[in-house]
C-alpha cells in the first residue's frame, strides 16, 4: 500500500523541516529579545526601530520576504552567506528569511509578558537602585520568560508550519517533497495524508508538552 | 508602561541615554550606508530602475493593478466563505452531544495542525485529476479552498472563544425565560459575541491577505507577489525596487487592518451598551492549543 513512497526521501525531508525549525527558532529568539528590549527601553530611537521592525514585519507576507531573500539577496545582490552549493545557499537564506520574519511575533510574544509582570516587581526593582538593564535582565525577564512559554509554544508551531513556505525558493523540505510526489504519482489522497500526519506528529506533541510545562513554570498570581 | 520599568531619566541617566543613542544611530548609519553601498554596487538605485512606478502608469495597470485585485479577490472570497464554517464549526464544537462536539473538534484540530501550503497544494491537485476546473481557474479555486479549510478552522476557534467570553447570566437569563438552546444561541449569543469576536475576525483577515502570496509562489496564482517577476522582466531587472513597491503595498494593506482592529477593540471596549466581553484582536493567536499562525 505505501511501495509509493520507495524512491523519495521522506524521513530526509522531513529532517530538513526540523532543521530549518530548530535554527530558525533559536535565531528569531535572541533577536526577538533584543528587539523587546529595545521596545521598552529607555532610549526613544530605539523603542522607535522596535516598534517600526515589529509593524512592518509583522505586515507583509512571509511568501514576499523568502522569495526576496532568494531573488534579491542572492540573485541580485549576490549573497551567499558563507555557503557554495545551490542548496545550501537557499538553505541559509530561509534560514535568515525565517528568523527576520518569526522574531517580530517572538517580540509581541515577550511584550506581553513583560506586561503580565505586576507592576510592584519593576517598582520594588528600582527601588533598591537597579539600572534598567538589571531590572529587565534580574527582575523582570524571568518572570516574563516563564509566563510566556505559552504563547512562544504558539509561535514555535507556527514557524514549524511556516518552514514549508522555503519550498517556494527550493528548499528541499517535505512540502516540497509533496508538490514533486502529488504530481508525478496518482495517490494524491495517501500521500497527502502521509504528509499531513507528518506535521501533526511534529505540531501536536510539541505543542502538548510545552502548554504543560508552560501551566508548569507560569508564575500564579 | 514605559515608565514603569525605568525611573524618569536624571541628569545622569540623560546623558547616558544620549551615548546610547547616538551609538544606536552610528550603527545603524553604518549598516543603511553598507547596504545602500551595496545596492548602489548593483546599480539597483539607478532611477531608470525606480522610473517606471513613478512615471509609467501601464506598470500599475499592467502588472501592479490586476496583481493586486486577484489578492483582494482570493482573500475576499476565503474569508467570505470560511466566516460561515467557521460558525458552524465552532458552534458546533460548543454543543452538548459528544456526536457532534467530537467530530467538530477533530476537524478543527486536524486543519489548524497543518500548514496552509500543503491544503493549497492537495486542493490544486485534487480539482486537476477530479475536477474539470479550467486550468486558468485552478490556482484561484486553490489558494481558496485552502485558505477556507485553514482559516475556518480558525474562525471556529474565535467564534467558540467570543461564545465562552460572554457572562453566563446571559445563557442562564435566556434560559430562565423559557428560551431553547437553539433560540438561546441565535437570538442571545451570537449576535452579542459577534461584536466582541469583530477585532479577532479583522486581524485573521490579515493572515489571510499574507496567506494569498503563497499561490504567487507556488501554484501560479497571479497576484501581487507573482507580478514582480513579469515586471523586473519588463522594466530590466529592477528586482529590488518592484520587491520595495510590492511589500509596500502589502504593509499598507494589513497595517490598515491591524490599526482598524485595535481600533475596534477599543471602541468595543469602552462601549456602555454590550455586556462588555471583548476578544482581543491578538485573541487569534493567544486562544489557540496546537496550531497558531499569524
Redesign the interface.
Known sequence: MFDFLEGYDLLGAFWVTVKLTALSAVGSLIWGTLLAGMRVGPVPVMRGFGTAYVNIVRNIPLTIIIVFTSLGLNQTMNITLGATDFSAINFRLAVLGLTAYTSAFVCEALRSGINTVPLGQAEAARAIGLSFTQTLRLVILPQAFRSVVGPLTNVLIALTKNTTVASAIGVAEAAYLMKGMIENEAQLLLISAVFAFGFIVLTLPTGLILNWVGKKLAVKR | ??S????T?GPR?KRR?LL??LL??VV?AAVAWWVFK??DD?N?LDWVKWKPFFTDSRAWSTYIWPGLENTLKAAAFAMVIALPLGAFFGIARLSDHLSVRLPSSVVIE?FR??????LM??AN??YA?FTNVSTEDRPLYAVVTGLVLYNASVLAEVVRAGILALPKGQSEAAYAIGLRKGQTMRSILLPQSVTAMLPAIVSQL?VI??????G???LTFSEL?AS?RPLSAAYG?N??AC?TI??CI??A???AL?TFASWLEKRLRRAKKSTGAVLPA?AV??S???????
Open positions: 508602561m514605559t514603569v520599568l525605568f525611573d531619566p541617566a541615554n546610547y543613542t544606536f544611530v545603524f551595496a545596492l548593483k539597483q486536524f495542525a497543518i500548514p496552509v501550503l500543503l497544494l492537495f491537485e485534487a485529476k490579515v491577505v499574507k496567506d494569498t502570496a503563497l504567487g509562489a507556488m507577489l514582480v531587472a528586482t529590488i520587491f510590492v511589500a502589502f504593509v494593506i494589513n497595517f491591524t491578538a493567536a493567544g489557540q492549543s496546537a496550531g497558531a499562525e499569524f
